[in-house]
């Protein structure tokens, strides 16, 4: 992998007041517990998330405050993840410490499960802040950021509800 590019840590407030917040909302017959072990397993975004390459948990089982993970998006890009909220079954959140291209400041997702009457509620919100010469650009693919990150959630979902009965 190329070099490494220190992103700064971020928090809840971040998550809150980023310069550039994505946020979906999926409403599903998957229960939080299938939604959440999706999220959470060996196989976690590889599967579902068109293309994510890989990523691999670098913490050992049970996973909480802490755990690290490392993405790949084909075979220059990677982000390594900490996470800073692991309310286990219902909320998980990190940021990202470094990555294998340049351009962000801080990057940072969200993720909250709720039940609903008809099964949950998956609520995905990306956060980011990007170094000021790649704010342009980023203004510019926010459109195609919105669709991509969109499948994502819808993704988890929807390999959520594999094999579950309806």
């Known amino acids: 992998m ?5 992103l ?7 998550i809150r007041s980023a310069p550039v917040r994505i946020t979906h909302r999926i409403e599903s017959e998957a229960t939080c517990e299938s939604v959440w072990q999706t999220l959470t397993s060996d196989g ?14 670098t913490s050992a089982r049970p996973f909480g405050i802490g755990t690290t993970r490392t993405v790949r998006a ?10 800073f909220r692991w309310d286990e079954g219902n909320r998980m959140s990190f940021y990202v410490e470094s990555a294998s291209l340049p351009g962000f400041q ?3 997702e969200d993720l909250v499960l709720e039940p609903t009457s008809a099964g949950s509620r998956l ?8 170094q000021p010469w790649f704010a342009p650009i980023l203004l ?12 994502w959630a819808d993704g988890a979902v929807r390999h959520s509800l594999q094999g579950s009965p309806r």
Do not use: H, K
């Open 74 to 83: 084909g075979a220059l890009a990677a982000l390594n993840e900490r996470f």
């Open 106 to 108: 801080r990057f940072a």
């Open 2 to 6: 190329m070099g490494r590019f220190s």
């Open 123 to 130: 609520t995905w919100t990306f956060a980011v802040q990007a």
């Open 140 to 151: 510019l693919a926010r459109p195609i950021l919105d669709r991509v990150t969109r499948r």
């Open 44 to 57: 976690a975004l590889a599967s579902w998330a068109r293309g994510i390459t890989g990523a691999d948990w």
């Open 8 to 14: 700064a840590a971020a928090d809840e407030d971040f």
